[in-house]
């Protein structure tokens, strides 16, 4: 898993730490297997988040191709463009955000608080658009200005989900299974969030890579069916073994999407969700965020009240942030 020939830049507080959940687990009872919190909320960039490990390889791309700014896409109140924005102000590079409304809700705490507001703290410049093709018109002026100015643009794909990215969760599984080897435990699965995919694609890299019998099992949070998150992520994850010169054409059975938590549709609340979030704050004091987190969490006692897991084996909830977007839901806590 020798990364050091991909350009990179130190952006995340790394490693992240690995903890029990030891109070959640006596909260979900007997049959409940050891619970660990693999806590990537903890990557130190603008409140953090998963998508820190992605940008360092990204943004490490941006700087070897001499890219003067960078351009990327997401909706309103994405996590992503959050910490886009912030490695952008970190490393000097103007940064244009184009976030598309996505999400059914027209609150003014949607609109103004949560991630939009650490956008514009962060001085990314913020176009709120209404679809796919107003998105592209976004995007065309943005370059435009940029090419005028004198200025190359690096384009960061939605989520940072392309096999660049996915390099940052080949490292991140390597780094659990490092803490879990001196932890003294063997790790049954990695639950996480899943809705772009390059999350998933490189933890899937990384444990093909590892021969690990570890689980990689992501929850839908994005897409109406399952079978098209998996369809992403394995793409993404023979992308990223090609990139890293291991000629693979198939993972798929490594590619485990657990559906049928993601409630109404892609960012908003749901009552398992609510329950989720609210149980870990009480539990453990962790926040978790209502778009990805809260419902990955869901899924996890879900499946745990099914018996999905066995009661002797370790499983790590990946928690890839957005607590900063928990202000943007207020009401779907109120109460």
């Given at each position: 898993?020798?990364?050091?020939?991909?350009?990179?830049?130190?952006?995340?507080?790394?490693?992240?730490?690995?903890?029990?959940?030891?109070?959640?687990?006596?909260?979900?009872?007997?049959?409940?297997?050891?619970?660990?919190?693999?806590?990537?909320?903890?990557?130190?960039?603008?409140?953090?988040?998963?998508?820190?490990?992605?940008?360092?390889?990204?943004?490490?791309?941006?700087?070897a191709q001499g890219a003067g700014a960078v351009v990327t896409f997401g909706a309103v109140q994405s996590n992503h463009a959050r910490q886009t924005a912030a490695a952008a102000a970190k490393l000097g590079l103007p940064c244009d955000l184009i976030l598309i409304?996505?999400?059914?809700?027209?609150?003014?705490?949607?609109?103004?608080?949560?991630?939009?507001?650490?956008?514009?703290?962060?001085?990314?410049?913020?176009?709120?658009?209404?679809?796919?093709?107003?998105?592209?018109?976004?995007?065309?002026?943005?370059?435009?200005?940029?090419?005028?100015?004198?200025?190359?643009?690096?384009?960061?794909?939605?989520?940072?989900?392309?096999?660049?990215?996915?390099?940052?969760?080949?490292?991140?599984?390597?780094?659990?299974?490092?803490?879990?080897?001196?932890?003294?435990?063997?790790?049954?699965?990695?639950?996480?969030?899943?809705?772009?995919?390059?999350?998933?694609?490189?933890?899937?890299?990384?444990?093909?890579?590892?021969?690990?019998?570890?689980?990689?099992?992501?929850?839908?949070?994005?897409?109406?069916?399952?079978?098209?998150?998996?369809?992403?992520?394995?793409?993404?994850?023979?992308?990223?073994?090609?990139?890293?010169?291991?000629?693979?054409?198939?993972?798929?059975?490594?590619?485990?999407?657990?559906?049928?938590?993601?409630?109404?549709?892609?960012?908003?609340?749901?009552?398992?969700?609510?329950?989720?979030?609210?149980?870990?704050?009480?539990?453990?004091?962790?926040?978790?965020?209502?778009?990805?987190?809260?419902?990955?969490?869901a899924a996890l006692i879900g499946e745990v009240r099914k018996g999905a897991f066995h009661a002797k084996q370790p499983v790590v909830f990946l928690h890839t942030?957005?607590?900063?977007?928990?202000?943007?839901?207020?009401?779907?806590?109120?109460?």
């Amino acid at each position: 898993m020798d990364l050091s020939r991909f350009p990179r830049v130190s952006l995340g507080h790394l490693p992240t730490p690995l903890e029990p959940m030891g109070r959640l687990r006596a909260a979900l009872g007997p049959g409940c297997p050891a619970l660990y919190v693999k806590r990537d909320d903890c990557t130190g960039l603008a409140t953090g988040g998963n998508k820190t490990r992605k940008l360092e390889f990204l943004m490490g791309e941006a700087l070897a191709q001499g890219a003067g700014a960078v351009v990327t896409f997401g909706a309103v109140q994405s996590n992503h463009a959050r910490q886009t924005a912030a490695a952008a102000a970190k490393l000097g590079l103007p940064c244009d955000l184009i976030l598309i409304e996505m999400v059914a809700r027209d609150s003014a705490a949607y609109g103004q608080s949560g991630n939009v507001l650490l956008d514009g703290l962060l001085g990314a410049r913020v176009h709120v658009v209404k679809d796919d093709k107003a998105a592209s018109a976004a995007f065309q002026a943005a370059a435009a200005a940029h090419s005028q100015a004198g200025r190359g643009v690096y384009v960061v794909p939605i989520g940072g989900s392309n096999a660049v990215g996915s390099l940052g969760y080949v490292d991140a599984f390597n780094e659990i299974e490092g803490q879990a080897e001196a932890m003294g435990i063997t790790v049954d699965a990695i639950v996480h969030g899943s809705s772009s995919g390059g999350t998933q694609a490189g933890l899937v890299a990384g444990a093909t890579l590892a021969d690990s019998a570890t689980r990689i099992m992501g929850v839908n949070v994005y897409k109406k069916h399952g079978a098209d998150i998996a369809e992403t992520v394995h793409a993404l994850a023979i992308e990223t073994l090609h990139l890293m010169g291991i000629p693979l054409l198939d993972v798929s059975p490594r590619v485990q999407v657990i559906d049928g938590y993601q409630g109404a549709g892609y960012g908003i609340a749901s009552d398992a969700m609510r329950e989720a979030v609210e149980l870990v704050a009480r539990t453990e004091g962790l926040l978790l965020d209502p778009v990805y987190a809260g419902k990955a969490m869901a899924a996890l006692i879900g499946e745990v009240r099914k018996g999905a897991f066995h009661a002797k084996q370790p499983v790590v909830f990946l928690h890839t942030g957005g607590t900063a977007a928990l202000s943007a839901y207020v009401d779907a806590f109120a109460g």
